[in-house]
């Protein structure tokens, strides 16, 4: 087994990313095609980690402010979660975080992934806000050493 986590390099590869993104954070929220995309997808650096060149999991590495990076998008392919991906796809953003001088990541934890995050060693710090009206969100931080 091959582990390789990159951004995406080609059409299909881009293809692939955005459907994960789609299928696992909107879809199950009744949200449109499209809704998966946002502005900061122009600017944000983007992760894919591929197991033997099949899309496993997705994140995208946004600058919130100087010095605090925020992780968004997270999203590990139905039926692999539990296995990994989405703790190596964290590490790989915590880690281009730091290599680009950030100190503290922040994210926004939806409801079912607080526990995730926490064995990450994120912190919890408020209960934020309902996406779509229906999904509890909270915000974490993490101070990258």
Known sequence: ???EIRKPQTNAEWK???????RILRAPLNQPIGSEKNEGD???????LYEDGILKAIARLDQANPGI???????????????????AIMVATENAA??????KMILQ????AVDFYL??????????YLLFDV???????????
């Open 119 to 128: 064995k990450l060693d994120y912190q919890l710090l408020e209960k934020s």
């Open 69 to 87: 990076a925020q992780v968004r998008f997270v999203a590990v392919e139905s039926g692999v979660q539990g296995k990994g991906f989405g703790k």
């Open 16 to 22: 692939d990313y955005f459907d994960l993104r789609y």
């Open 135 to 145: 999904l509890q969100h909270y915000l974490m931080e993490k101070e990258l050493d």
């Open 1 to 3: 087994m091959k582990i």
């Open 109 to 112: 934890a939806r409801d079912y």
């Open 98 to 103: 730091r290599d680009r001088g950030d100190t």
């Open 42 to 48: 122009a600017i944000g650096v983007h992760f894919a």
